[in-house]
C-alpha cells in the first residue's frame, strides 16, 4: 500500500509529474513532445498507455505541449478545469468529448485507492491549480509556477511526505539577465514565479514531522542553477532553523531527465 512518484521533467522548457498506487497512474501535465513524453516514460520503466488519466494545471505550453498527442494516441482521459479547457482550445488540437472530465478547483476526486486534491495557485493563466495526492496516510503536494505561496495554499500542502516545490530563480541572476524588464517584471509579480528565498520561506511554514522529501521545482534556465538554488534554500531554511539532512532531505530536478521512482 505506498505512492510510487517521479519527477519526470521540470523546467521553463517543459514540465511533467508522474504517480501511482497499487491501482491508479496518474501524470500531471505533458509539457514536452509526444516523443519527448514517451521518452520520459521509459526512463522509469513505465508505459503511458497504462496510465489512468492526466491532470492538467494550466495552459501554458510547458505544461501542455504533448498533451493532444499522448492522448489521442493512447485514448488517454484528461482532467482540468472548465477555464483551463476554454483556454486549451486550439492550442491541443481535437480530443474525443469520451476522453474529457472537468476537476474543479479546490475539490477532491476520488480514483480507487487514491485520493487526489485540487487547489489554486497565483499564476498569469486561466484558472491554475496544482494537487496534492493523499493514499494510505501519505500526502505528496505538487506546487510550482505561482507568484507566491498564500496561506490557504500552505494550509493545503503542510506537513507533505514530499514535496515537489517551485524555485525558479535568484533574484540577483533575473534582475542581471537578459530579459526585457516587461518579463522581469511578470517573473517577479504576485502572478509570476517564486524564487529560492520566497520558496523556502514557504517551505519553512509547511514543514512537518512526515516531511523527507523536497524537490527543487521548474527551475529556470536562465536565472538559476541546480547548485545556487539548493544553496540558497539550504541557507534561508537553516536561517529558520530547520537543517537539510536531518529529517528531510533536498533533491534537484531536471528539464530532460526524470527523477528515480521513489516509494512514499
Not at 48 to 53: A, C, M, P, Q
Not at 96 to 124: A, C, R
Not at 139 to 159: E, F, H, Q
Amino acid at each position: 500500500m505506498t505512492m510510487h512518484f517521479s519527477v519526470l521533467a521540470s523546467g521553463s522548457t517543459g514540465n511533467a509529474f508522474y504517480v501511482e498506487t497499487e491501482d491508479q497512474r496518474f501524470l500531471v501535465d505533458a509539457g514536452l513532445s509526444g516523443k519527448g513524453m514517451e521518452g520520459l516514460f521509459q526512463q522509469i520503466g513505465r508505459n503511458l498507455s497504462e496510465l489512468t488519466g492526466v491532470l492538467v494545471t494550466h495552459e501554458h505550453s510547458d505544461h501542455i505541449k504533448g498533451l493532444g498527442v499522448i492522448a489521442r494516441k493512447h485514448k488517454l482521459p484528461i482532467y482540468a478545469n472548465e477555464k483551463t479547457w476554454h483556454a486549451m482550445e486550439g492550442l491541443i488540437g481535437e480530443v474525443p468529448t469520451e476522453q474529457k472530465f472537468t476537476f474543479d478547483m479546490e475539490t477532491v476526486k476520488t480514483f480507487g485507492s487514491l485520493d487526489i486534491e485540487s487547489f489554486g495557485v497565483s499564476h498569469d493563466a486561466a484558472e491554475p491549480m496544482f494537487y496534492v495526492f493523499h493514499h494510505n496516510g501519505k500526502k505528496i503536494a505538487l506546487m510550482t509556477d505561482t507568484g507566491y505561496v498564500s496561506d490557504r495554499m500552505k494550509g493545503v500542502i503542510a506537513n507533505a511526505d514530499c514535496f515537489v516545490f517551485e524555485s525558479n530563480h535568484d533574484v540577483g541572476m533575473l534582475r542581471m539577465g537578459r530579459y526585457p524588464w516587461s518579463v522581469k517584471r511578470r517573473i517577479l509579480s504576485d502572478v509570476g514565479h517564486v524564487s529560492n528565498e520566497d520558496a523556502a520561506l514557504a517551505m519553512s511554514e509547511v514543514i512537518g514531522d512526515q516531511t523527507k522529501r523536497i524537490y527543487l521545482a521548474h527551475l529556470s534556465l536562465d536565472n538559476n542553477m541546480k547548485d545556487l538554488a539548493r544553496m540558497s534554500v539550504t541557507q534561508t531554511l537553516e536561517s529558520k532553523g530547520l537543517i537539510v539532512g536531518e529529517g528531510f532531505s533536498l533533491y534537484d530536478t531536471d528539464p530532460k531527465t526524470a527523477t528515480d521512482l521513489v516509494t512514499v
